[in-house]
């Protein structure tokens, strides 16, 4: 089991108030991924979900048991850290065990769990080296390791990939989310990276400053955006943002459109602009098109297009796709 | 061109660095001399280097009047008493000041640091008076318990120090494993910081081995550690320098050979691949 709820949630630190009120609601099993700017304070609820921060108002529910002032030995709840926090005079065994020992199993159980652990994440043959002496994957297969042998509630990931590199990034993504599907614990995960949110959440919450911005499964937020903050901040490249009389023009504020809902031609269109970067990706490009009294957009368009810096281009929005938001930067449904 | 000047400084620096060691390790190597003379030797002017008559004679009379194994027996519980006593109070209080800071962490620092600014002769009396009125005087319980509380800030603010090195995450992570306090301390902070506490110690046996008010004032015979036992070869009777000098030789032996042997531990460092 591991449903998390969290109840009016406020947490200040001095006259800083990093969140100011929130509520949330995990189910059991699913992933849910943290995701926002630096300094929205994903990091700081994952740390008072565990306990490593006191709130300073509200409610923390686990399992249906009031949570708020338990410590976070007593919650649970398994962490992996960003820099992996191992214990650095201990064997990989060791660490893997140590949950265990704290727990007081027994040796044979202990050594039977941990055997199983270092299984299915690979890690047979190092377990009687030191953390010292793995890479940073094998560390961060320890950590997760550390975790997965206490049969937690849930699982708490603090930013765990941002200091591998991006190769090892994305094979640790896939471990990731295969580990969940095979032992479809709760699992809550921070990141900054929204790729790692489209691509592991069953349910990504948008933060920034302190607050939900928007909560639903990947493709909701990213089909319908609930505000300019969260249409801007899912997908990459970004959703062209265009304000003024082009936006005013649709009955909006601003206008939002995704680069690859704009259909790009030599011949005509709705917008007339000029090219001027492009990035060759092999799969796709993308182009940097300056359209006057509408701004500078991106277009994605698939395989390679014979368009180069210069040419004078025509760019037609798809009309279902526009996206638009009013001054208050809500959606307009 | 740059080479020569290099080697030139490399020589000038090595010569005074030469220089500067042989000064200050020349009384020590005196004392040393003078332990193997006569009475009449060690006062002969001028004074003879080597070429004099090598004799235990000195040793065997200072151990004869003096019983220098019971001192030294009395030094050893003294210093390794005050430094361990002070380490099981110093560990709790330098991981709470370096991992749960408060409003006034800084504050209480200083002020611990701020007590050995304070002259002790100033704190003799009363002391003084606490301890006959308690029967401590001339007890090894009571000189552990006075040196414990007098080197308890050089330790915690050590510590304190090695303790900031060490990143909190894996606090937290030993904290989201299921340990307790006590379990946090025992099995990851303090083997962690081995080095941190092996150098805090042996500072501390030194400082304590060679502490030489309390220990004099303190004490009669009973409870007397070596710094006594050279005392007395100072005063009354006289000048006897060979004797002074091989009390002083066998008093400074011990903790000479400890720093010896322990310098390659308070080297290793344990905290690599901790993090990242």
Redesign the interface.
């Known amino acids: 089991m591991g449903q998390i709820v969290l109840k009016q949630i406020t947490k200040s630190f001095g006259t800083v108030h990093v969140i100011p009120c929130l509520d949330l609601e995990i189910d059991d099993g699913e992933f849910v991924v943290f995701v926002g700017p630096s300094g929205c304070g994903k990091s700081t609820l994952l740390r008072l979900i565990?306990?490593?921060e006191d709130v300073s108002s509200g409610h923390i529910e686990i399992d249906g048991r009031d949570a708020t002032a338990v410590?976070?030995?007593?919650r649970g709840?398994?962490?992996v850290?960003?820099?992996?926090?191992?214990?650095?005079?201990?064997s990989v065994r060791n660490n893997i065990a140590?949950?265990l020992r704290?727990?007081g199993l027994d040796k044979a159980a202990r050594s039977a769990r941990v055997e199983a652990a270092a299984k299915i994440l690979n890690l047979t043959d190092y377990l009687d080296r030191?953390?010292?002496?793995?890479s940073?994957g094998q560390r961060q297969r320890v950590a997760i390791g550390?975790a997965i042998v206490?049969e937690p509630a849930a699982f708490?990931f603090d930013e765990p990939l941002s200091?591998l590199d991006a190769a090892l990034r994305v094979s640790m993504r896939q471990e990731i989310t295969e580990l969940h599907q095979s032992l479809k614990t709760t699992m809550i995960y921070v990141t900054h990276d929204q790729v790692e949110a489209m691509t592991m959440a069953d349910k990504i919450v948008v933060l920034n400053a302190g607050r939900i911005e928007q909560v639903g499964t990947p493709l909701a937020l990213y089909a319908t955006p609930a505000n300019v903050f969260v249409a801007g901040f899912i997908g990459s490249p970004r959703m062209n943002l265009i304000d003024g009389a082009e936006a005013a023009r649709h009955g909006a504020a601003t206008l939002g459109i995704r680069p690859e809902h704009l259909a790009l031609s030599r011949d005509d269109g709705a917008w007339k602009g000029v090219v001027g970067l492009s990035e060759h990706l092999g799969s796709d490009t993308f182009f940097r098109v300056t359209v006057d009294g509408v701004g500078s957009l991106t277009v994605r368009q698939s395989g390679e297009v014979d368009v180069k810096r210069g040419d004078t281009v025509f760019l037609t929005p798809s009309a279902p796709h526009l996206h638009r938001f009013a001054a208050t930067g809500e959606a307009m449904r | 061109m740059a080479r020569a000047v290099s080697v030139r400084r490399k020589a000038v620096v090595t010569l005074v660095a030469w220089t500067v060691g042989l000064a200050i390790f020349f009384p020590i190597l005196w004392t040393i001399l003078t332990s193997f003379k006569t009475e009449a030797q060690a006062i002969a002017s001028p004074p003879l280097f080597f070429g004099f008559d090598w004799t235990l004679e000195n040793y065997a009379t200072v151990q004869e009047r003096s019983d220098y194994f019971r001192h030294f027996w009395n030094s050893v519980v003294i210093s390794f008493g005050s430094t361990l006593l002070g380490l099981l109070i110093a560990i709790p209080a330098a991981w709470s000041m370096a991992f749960v800071p408060g409003r006034r962490t800084k504050d209480v620092l200083m002020w611990m640091l701020s007590t050995k600014m304070l002259p002790p002769v100033g704190v003799l009396i009363p002391i003084y008076l606490i301890f006959r009125d308690t029967g401590l005087l001339d007890t090894r319980l009571g000189l552990v318990i006075v040196l414990t509380l007098i080197n308890l800030p050089i330790i915690i603010w050590m510590l304190f120090t090695y303790f900031k090195e060490i990143?909190g995450?894996?606090l937290?992570?030993?904290?989201?494993?299921?340990?307790?306090l006590r379990?946090e301390i025992l099995?990851?902070l303090t083997?962690?910081a081995?080095p941190g506490i092996a150098s805090t110690l042996l500072l501390n046996v030194i400082l304590a081995w060679n502490e030489a008010f309390w220990t004099l004032n303190l004490t009669a015979a009973q409870a007397a550690p070596l710094t006594a036992f050279i005392a007395s070869y100072s005063s009354p009777e006289g000048l006897f320098y060979a004797k002074l000098s091989a009390a002083s030789t066998l008093a400074i032996a011990p903790i000479l050979v400890l720093g010896w042997f322990s310098q390659k531990q308070l080297v290793r460092g344990?905290?690599?691949?901790?993090?990242?």
């Open positions: 565990a306990g490593l410590p976070p030995a007593k709840l398994a962490m850290f960003q820099s992996y926090a191992l214990y650095p005079h201990m140590f949950p704290m727990a030191r953390p010292g002496q793995l940073g550390r206490r708490l200091n | 990143p995450e894996i937290e992570a030993a904290r989201m494993d299921g340990a307790d379990s099995y990851v083997p962690m081995v344990l905290t690599f691949g901790a993090v990242k």
